[in-house]
């Protein structure tokens, strides 16, 4: 079982220094999912490279699959030890015989395909009978946790937020923020209840989480975002071989490590809400 008290934000630092948000974002995730339990055989819906079944199994027995469309990533993943078998598939057509897992999970996936319906039905037919689904998602508030969207609805400029919001649908390719009644909805609709959702990414967190996006330049070309994007050239794949980069590696990850500390531990509060949520189906 993964585990709830690794020290995943410098674990995600380590991974994904070229660009400290997505570390932060991710190393959320992962605390978590290491608190929900994962029968085995497990399915990674849209494993990517495979980092994150990397990080989250880690010392335990490979993953027994995980597949993605796109192809370089899954060319990736094998590297990352983290599967038995790895393929390229799509959600809405997988590639294993019905009932063959007791768990399928996916990260950061269901925001990004537009047609979500035959990918749930997918899920329900390679889920055996009360088998777990476990999702991670942008949730339904996280348009409006953003902090360039309340900065500017704090001074009335409603149509200046949803532009900003509508900015960052279109860079991070989001089709859509359910809320959990609606989730509820949707799982029934494809065979699974759900069983329950936890919010995740505080208000505070998520507003942290925007403003480092243009300070480390992940949205450069967008005026909108004020982007600065030097740390992106720095951190640039193309400079590697000017050897400086294992510096800045170690210099984000110690003083990240620090800063984002208390970002990176902090719940939402019962009965609260945040940007990010975890929603966990079982199949009926
Ligand atoms: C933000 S990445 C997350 C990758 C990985 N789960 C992680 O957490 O690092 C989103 C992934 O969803 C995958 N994806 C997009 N459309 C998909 C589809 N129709 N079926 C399965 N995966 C899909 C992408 O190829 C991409 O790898």
Redesign the pocket.
Known sequence: MPDPNRDYLTLALNQYWFAPPVALW?AI?LRVLAAETFIRPLL??????G??AQVLFAGEAPVEAG????LS?VRKAPASGAYRFVQQA???AMPYPDASFNTVF????LE??PNLDP?LREVTRVLRPGGRFLATVPSDMFRRLLAGYRERDAKGDRTGAETYAAAVDRRLEHHRYLTPTQWAKRLDLAGMHLLHTRYYIPSEVEALWDRANATYGIHPNDTLFHGKPYYRWLASPRLRQLGYQKLVRRWIVRTLGQRWRRAYTLDVLEGGVGGGLLVVGEKT
């Open positions: 991710r995730e990674d819906l849209g494993c990517g490279d980092l994150i597949f993605d469309p796109w990533q799509r959600g809405d996916s990260n950061s996936v990004h395909i990918v």
